[in-house]
């Protein structure tokens, strides 16, 4: 891990991806895909701030960027569901807004990337498999209705 801020770390693995990806002429989608992802992690960020659980850091890995803790478990149920569904809204609100922009100005390639980057991020993101976000949920769930195990 490289050392950006305080908080910002990258994987030195996705410096080789990123070469691969210039040279392959997709360096654009993935980084389009990346900054998909940064609002999704920002969304996970802001609920964090707005209930009050610390954050460890944001690290940016070649399958994506994930949002640590600081404490490795949300003792509050609701507050982990929260925090969990707020990434998954944020690609609601990016698709959304990617189709409005569409009938505006013509859905060209860019806009079709952009929302299907939105619509897949969302659905794999929502799968009741830890450490996704639906996992997250699921847990916070079971929890909340059964208790710890």
Known sequence: ???????????????PLFIVSYFTNSLQTMLLAYSVAL?????HLFASLLL?????????????????LADGI???????IT???SGPFA??????????????????????????????MFFINMLPCM???????LRAFLIDKIGYV
């Open 1 to 15: 891990m490289i050392r950006i801020t305080r908080f910002f770390y990258i994987s030195i693995l996705c410096f």
């Open 39 to 43: 609002v999704h992690e920002l969304f």
């Open 52 to 68: 009050c659980v610390r954050i460890k850091s944001i690290i940016i890995m070649p399958f994506g960027m994930t949002l640590r």
């Open 74 to 80: 949300i003792q509050s149920p609701q507050k982990e």
């Open 83 to 85: 925090i969990a569904l």
């Open 91 to 120: 690609n609601l609100m990016m698709l959304a807004i990617g189709k409005i922009i569409g009938i505006f100005t013509g859905e060209n390639a860019s806009i079709f990337l952009f929302n299907y980057i939105n619509i897949i």
């Open 131 to 137: 450490p996704l976000d639906g996992g997250r949920v």
